[in-house]
């Protein structure tokens, strides 16, 4: 299916039928006006005459409002609408409020308890009434849909991001779709700054608060939040959309990430822009490497700066060495290597400078003589998961 539903998270149904040319629009009649409910099966076997090899795509409403994509086949679609005749199967919800949508590539429908209701383009629409016609089904006839609008579409928004109270400044500048929710904006921060996605993060946008947890699923920092913020509600970051909050050139908010270091971040929306004909998330300038994780914080990371200064440090060999892996580069950035790939590994410390696996005959870096299958490696494996990685000199 060529329609670009997803983009339509969080946006309106009548955003949709606007942007997909579904002008008209023909309803079954209720059992107000012809005075007995419509045959619910012979609906389902109309809807699926007119769908025949189209196609289509389950979307969940609520108040007209597309909330998700649901991963459903269309012979399992048959199969749940049947039973809604009786208030059954999986699109049946007891808070009316709640929906669910079919989307073809030439229509948009509900099936509702003995109701069918079609969006489409008007030949379209006439050829639905023929066949509700075939099915003897009483309608509404064909009309053209009264809430028509110029639908608006995506934009773009140029942010600018800081990591706070460290100098020099650690930042990146970069471009996203307005259609993206606060969590998918989280996974595209993570991505452009290089942290791991793995602890909980909140955005304060004025006074409101949207939160949610790292990739994993989970987050063992979440115990801190009530420290910070108390039992103060939040919005979750699923379900609120960057274009609903995000709508005025220089608005600034706040991102924390990981309740235990407490990264701090202002973020500044700089821009907000027509999309162009490239592939979004785009990473234009920045400064500087990211911290590595969990390494305490703004006090911490500093202190580590520190000791990998003076290699006679009675801690460089326990935290640069053996934590880290290695000599780490604070200066480093690649505004290419941070295009907001589909992989995190690009962006760890460990990678920003050379480095190889070491050999388990060869002589183990903790100084100590022996070789490193002798020594360090077992420790390694336990630690990190693997064999340690040492800087190439180039």
Sequence with gaps: MNRDVKKFIGRSSDELKNAFGFTHYIETNSEHSTGKNQDHARIVDAFFKLVGTQKIITVKTENGIIQEILPITKGEIRKQLLPLEHDKGVFYDEDRTIGYAFVGE??????????????????????????????????????????????????????????????????????????????????????????????????????????????????????????????????????????????????????????????????????????EERDYPVVLDGARACPREDCGGVRGYLELLEIQKNKSHPLYHERIMRWLGGPFDPEYFDPAGGNAKPHVDRFRDEERIKTQKLGRNEPCYCGSGKKYKKCCLEADRKEIGQERKIPVEV
């Design 106 to 275: 030439r229509f948009f429908s509900y099936v509702l308890p003995n109701t069918l209701l079609f969006s489409a383009d008007q030949n379209e629409t006439i050829y639905m009434e023929r066949i509700l016609e075939k099915y003897g089904l009483s309608h509404t006839g064909v009309n053209m849909r009264p809430e028509l609008e110029e639908i608006q579409p995506p934009k773009v928004l140029q942010l600018k991001i800081t990591l706070e109270d460290i100098e020099p400044k650690i930042w990146r500048r970069f471009v996203v779709e307005d259609c993206l929710s606060f969590h998918d904006l989280h996974k595209v921060i993570q991505r452009v700054m290089g942290w791991a996605d793995y602890h909980a993060y909140m955005f304060t946008v004025g006074r409101k608060l949207i939160e949610g947890i790292g990739g994993m699923g989970f987050a063992v920092d979440t115990m801190w939040r009530s420290f910070k913020y108390g039992n103060k509600k939040a919005s979750p970051a699923t379900k609120t959309m960057v274009w609903e909050v995000l709508d005025k050139e220089g608005l600034t908010f706040s991102y924390v990430y990981d309740w235990g270091d407490m990264w701090r971040h202002s973020v500044v929306v700089e821009k907000i822009m027509p999309p």
